[in-house]
C-alpha cells in the first residue's frame, strides 16, 4: 500500500514563505509525475504545480514566480517552496503522485492535506 503524507503547512503573514514537503512510502516500482493540488473554501480543486520524473515542471499562473516545486528522486519526496504569500493563497494543499505499483497498475495517489492560512 502506498501513501503520501505532507508537512510544512501552517499560518504564515502576506509577503511571507512556506515550504511543504511531501513523502511517498509503502512498496512501489515506480513514481512518475508528482504535483500539489489545493482547494479553498467554496472553490474547485485545482492544480498549483506538478513536476515529472525527469524533473519538468508546470505551474498555475497565480502562483508562477512566487512557487518552485522540486523532488528528491531517492527520497522519494517532493517540496513545494511558496514565496510572495498572498490571502488567496489560502487553501488545503493535497500532494499527489503518479505511482507505478508492484503489479505494475499505474494509480494516483492523494495525500491526506495540510492547511495553509496566509493572514495577518
Known amino acids: 500500500q502506498v501513501q503520501l503524507v505532507e508537512s510544512g503547512g501552517g499560518l504564515v503573514q502576506p509577503g511571507g514563505s512556506l515550504r511543504l514537503s511531501c513523502v511517498a512510502s509503502g512498496s512501489f516500482f515506480n513514481i512518475y509525475t508528482m504535483g500539489w493540488y489545493r482547494q479553498a473554501p467554496g472553490k474547485r480543486r485545482e492544480l498549483v504545480a506538478a513536476?515529472?520524473?525527469?524533473?519538468?515542471?508546470n505551474f498555475a499562473d497565480s502562483v508562477k514566480g512566487r512557487f518552485t516545486i522540486s523532488r528528491d528522486g531517492a527520497e522519494n519526496t517532493v517540496y513545494l517552496q511558496m514565496n510572495y504569500l498572498k490571502p488567496e493563497d489560502t487553501a488545503v494543499y493535497y500532494c499527489?503522485?503518479?505511482?507505478?505499483?508492484?503489479?505494475?497498475?499505474?494509480?494516483?495517489?492523494w495525500g491526506q492535506g495540510t492547511q495553509v492560512t496566509v493572514s495577518s
Open positions: 499527489t503522485a503518479d505511482i507505478e505499483t508492484i503489479a505494475r497498475i499505474r494509480i494516483d495517489v
Open positions: 513536476i515529472s520524473r525527469g524533473g519538468l515542471a
